[in-house]
């Protein structure tokens, strides 16, 4: 790669001390995300003021440096990976969160950790429901990067859904905002959107308005045990035909629910240990909520091999317990895996089932699937040892084939964490070449020098040739 000292020296002169870090502990951080694959970096840069990110963008624009915006550094799929080196803009400190209770609108900056968000929005009456697995860490900023969702996305939405108006820096340095805080915009091209979901590679965010909701009166949780996988898929199906829409609605394999059980001792079902479960929350008005518990109940009585409700909250949060706990438990399946985040339609729900049980078998590796059924957006964890070059071998061949088959049956290779390096392989399976022209035509039109993120999405990235840091992150799940 070459170097860009000189054009290094003169942003440390632009902006000042302690702005511009090259130490080696530096550095390290800023060279990989969650997916644990490291790349060098030759500066950090932590800017003060939007003007500052004007000029780090404006300098690397002109001595075409490579620039790779950062917040906590959550990605699963190396988007946030400084590939090309160059520098990172690490906007992690910009947590500042407004909320306007009077319009229900928060106004943060690119910093502001999600959950942060949500307290601050419920201490005055409201919700924000985007609420990734990593939300205690991530930033909205990542967010809006890959429009992430979580176990709301089913009734309330995904990130875009809850983005009026963003404010940024285009390669050049130029300021743009996109939209106003306002319900309604309707004036010109929806530059906003294109920017949500675009992984960093057209222009920076530094602040966006959010709109929330009322918080829910009431929430009521079940959990249901089934007696296989296709029975819970189906299950679902009937639950989303029958026109009910609860606010989660979670399913855990019975592979999940195995390792979930072994973590915490416990059996989620006396009598059903090992079972396929749907976890699944009700939330709204009181009178809808108890409305739909009627229906709820007759639901799992009819289709469950067992049920059992939450009584308090206190119950509902011992339930969630066996939701968080599968993901690291998983581990005692293999040492390390391939966490995708794959969307399959409602219809083709049990034919899902059915290929990944054929997966299992044909490559002889444990696949625990869990993950957020209101949306279709499932987490396909594909285990394996390292150390085992035929386990490698046959995690690469399976995410290929899993790959191909969530697109058959017209899927989508993420929902929620983007495309980023891990995925770079499968990105033409989902689009065609029009597609890919058309996108990256955008691309050139606003950042033509490709300096920012380069190396992502477009280009194929051969994970398998680099090898993963052997790390715990706090927040991997």
Same mark, same amino acid.
């Given at each position: 790669?070459? =170097?860009h000292?000189?054009?290094?020296?003169?942003?440390?002169?632009?902006l000042?001390?302690g702005?511009?870090?090259t130490? #080696?502990?530096s550095?390290a951080?800023?060279?990989?995300?969650?997916?644990k694959?490291?790349? $060098?970096?030759e500066?950090?840069?932590?800017?003060r003021?939007?003007?500052?990110?004007?000029v780090?963008?404006?300098?690397?624009?002109?001595?075409r440096?490579?620039v790779?915006?950062r %917040?906590?550094?959550?990605?699963?799929t190396g988007?946030?990976?400084?590939?090309?080196?160059?520098?990172?803009l690490?906007?992690?400190?910009?947590?500042g969160?407004?909320?306007?209770?009077? #319009?229900?609108?928060a106004?943060?900056? $690119? %910093?502001a950790?999600?959950?942060?968000?949500?307290?601050?929005?419920?201490?005055?009456?409201?919700?924000?429901?985007?609420?990734?697995?990593s939300?205690?860490?991530?930033?909205?900023?990542?967010?809006?990067?890959?429009n992430?969702?979580?176990?709301?996305g %089913?009734?309330?939405?995904?990130?875009?859904?809850? *983005?009026? !108006?963003? /404010?940024?820096?285009?390669?050049?340095? +130029?300021f743009?905002s996109?939209?106003?805080p306002?319900?309604?915009?309707?004036?010109?091209?929806?530059?906003?959107?294109?920017?949500?979901?675009?992984?960093?590679?057209?222009?920076?965010?530094?602040?966006?308005?959010?709109?929330?909701?009322?918080?829910p +009166?009431?929430?009521?949780? &079940?959990l #249901?045990?089934f007696?296989?996988?296709?029975? !819970?898929?189906?299950?679902?199906?009937?639950?989303?035909?029958?026109?009910?829409?609860? !606010?989660i609605?979670?399913f855990l394999d019975?592979?999940?629910?195995?390792?979930? /059980?072994?973590?915490?001792g416990?059996?989620v079902?006396?009598?059903?240990?090992?079972?396929p479960v749907?976890?699944? +929350?009700?939330?709204g008005s009181?009178?809808?909520?108890? =409305?739909?518990?009627?229906?709820?109940?007759?639901?799992a009585?009819k289709?469950?091999? !067992?049920?059992?409700a939450?009584?308090?909250?206190?119950?509902? +949060?011992?339930?969630?317990?066996?939701r968080r706990?599968? =993901?690291r438990?998983?581990?005692?399946?293999?040492?390390?895996? &391939?966490?995708?985040?794959?969307?399959v339609?409602?219809?083709?729900?049990?034919k899902f089932?059915?290929?990944?049980?054929?997966?299992?078998?044909e490559?002889?590796?444990?696949?625990?699937?869990?993950g957020?059924?209101?949306d279709?957006?499932?987490?396909?964890?594909?285990?394996?040892?390292?150390?085992?070059?035929?386990?490698?071998?046959?995690?690469e061949?399976?995410?290929?084939r899993?790959?191909?088959?969530? *697109?058959?049956? /017209?899927?989508?290779? =993420?929902? /929620?964490?983007g495309? %980023?390096?891990?995925?770079t392989?499968?990105?033409?399976?989902?689009?065609?070449?029009?597609? *890919?022209?058309?996108?990256? $035509?955008?691309?050139?039109?606003?950042?033509?020098r490709?300096?920012l993120?380069?190396?992502k999405m477009?280009?194929?990235?051969?994970?398998?040739?680099?090898?993963?840091?052997? *790390?715990? &992150?706090?927040w991997?799940?």
């Amino acid at each position: 790669m070459p =170097s860009h000292s000189a054009a290094t020296r003169q942003l440390r002169r632009r902006l000042g001390a302690g702005r511009v870090r090259t130490d #080696a502990v530096s550095l390290a951080a800023a060279g990989f995300d969650s997916s644990k694959i490291a790349f $060098a970096a030759e500066a950090v840069v932590v800017p003060r003021t939007g003007a500052d990110v004007g000029v780090v963008l404006e300098l690397a624009n002109r001595h075409r440096v490579p620039v790779t915006a950062r %917040g906590r550094g959550t990605s699963l799929t190396g988007s946030a990976a400084p590939v090309r080196g160059g520098w990172v803009l690490d906007l992690s400190h910009w947590r500042g969160i407004r909320i306007d209770a009077e #319009a229900g609108l928060a106004r943060v900056r $690119a %910093g502001a950790r999600v959950a942060d968000i949500q307290r601050a929005a419920a201490a005055k009456g409201w919700f924000y429901p985007p609420d990734p697995s990593s939300h205690e860490h991530c930033t909205i900023g990542g967010n809006i990067a890959c429009n992430a969702g979580g176990m709301h996305g %089913g009734k309330y939405g995904v990130t875009r859904d809850f *983005v009026l !108006a963003l /404010e940024g820096y285009l390669p050049t340095g +130029e300021f743009v905002s996109w939209g106003t805080p306002t319900r309604k915009f309707s004036a010109g091209f929806n530059l906003r959107d294109l920017w949500i979901g675009s992984e960093g590679l057209l222009g920076v965010v530094t602040a966006a308005t959010l709109r929330l909701i009322p918080q829910p +009166e009431s929430r009521w949780t &079940l959990l #249901a045990a089934f007696a296989n996988e296709t029975a !819970a898929f189906r299950a679902a199906r009937a639950l989303f035909g029958a026109r009910l829409q609860p !606010a989660i609605c979670e399913f855990l394999d019975r592979y999940s629910v195995h390792c979930a /059980e072994r973590a915490t001792g416990t059996t989620v079902f006396p009598g059903a240990a090992g079972r396929p479960v749907l976890l699944v +929350e009700l939330a709204g008005s009181v009178a809808e909520v108890k =409305s739909q518990r009627r229906v709820l109940q007759a639901w799992a009585a009819k289709h469950a091999l !067992a049920h059992r409700a939450a009584r308090t909250r206190a119950e509902a +949060e011992a339930l969630w317990a066996v939701r968080r706990k599968c =993901s690291r438990a998983m581990f005692e399946l293999g040492d390390s895996k &391939l966490n995708e985040d794959i969307v399959v339609p409602l219809r083709n729900y049990e034919k899902f089932a059915r290929f990944l049980e054929k997966l299992r078998k044909e490559s002889g590796l444990s696949i625990p699937t869990f993950g957020h059924l209101g949306d279709g957006n499932l987490h396909v964890n594909i285990m394996y040892h390292r150390a085992v070059p035929a386990e490698c071998r046959a995690a690469e061949r399976a995410v290929a084939r899993l790959m191909r088959e969530v *697109v058959a049956l /017209e899927g989508a290779i =993420s929902g /929620e964490h983007g495309i %980023g390096l891990a995925k770079t392989p499968f990105f033409r399976l989902q689009h065609s070449p029009a597609q *890919v022209r058309a996108m990256q $035509a955008v691309k050139r039109a606003l950042d033509p020098r490709g300096i920012l993120n380069p190396g992502k999405m477009f280009e194929v990235f051969e994970v398998w040739k680099h090898p993963r840091l052997d *790390v715990k &992150l706090p927040w991997d799940h």
